[in-house]
């Protein structure tokens, strides 16, 4: 079955960085865009980035653009998102998605079971 499993997120002040990494299982990774989620406290989900098959095509919401970096290592079936200068408003649950094929923008249809990050001093 289609396993995805967020890790790295964690407490970080304002500024600093963090790497996120979802591990995939139970499909051909190298086949399908993947996508970050967020979720802010009292908040709807928000599209925060996305990556083509190849890895060679992302997209980023403006909220993050400049800030944050998707990546994707189909050997090791590993997406990632690097996010530097962490504001307070990206404190989130980050939930890594399967997009429904190799190009995005038609949903998803796996989840993760999200990572939180909480941006404080």
């Known amino acids: 079955q289609v396993q995805l499993v967020e890790s790295g997120g964690g407490l970080v002040q304002p500024g600093g960085s963090l790497r996120l990494s979802c591990a995939a299982s139970g499909f051909t990774f190298s086949s399908y865009a993947m996508s970050w989620v967020r979720q802010a406290p009292g908040k709807g989900l928000e599209w925060v980035s996305a990556i083509n098959t190849g890895g060679g095509s992302t997209s980023y919401a403006d909220s993050v653009k400049g800030r944050f970096t998707i990546s994707r290592d189909n050997a090791k079936n590993t997406l990632y998102l690097q996010m530097n200068s962490l504001k307070p408003e990206d404190t989130a649950v980050y939930y890594c998605?399967?997009?429904?094929?190799?190009?995005?923008?038609?949903?998803?249809?796996?989840w993760g079971q999200g990572t939180q990050v909480t941006v404080s001093s």
């Open positions: 998605a399967k997009d429904r094929y190799l190009t995005t923008g038609w949903g998803y249809d796996y």
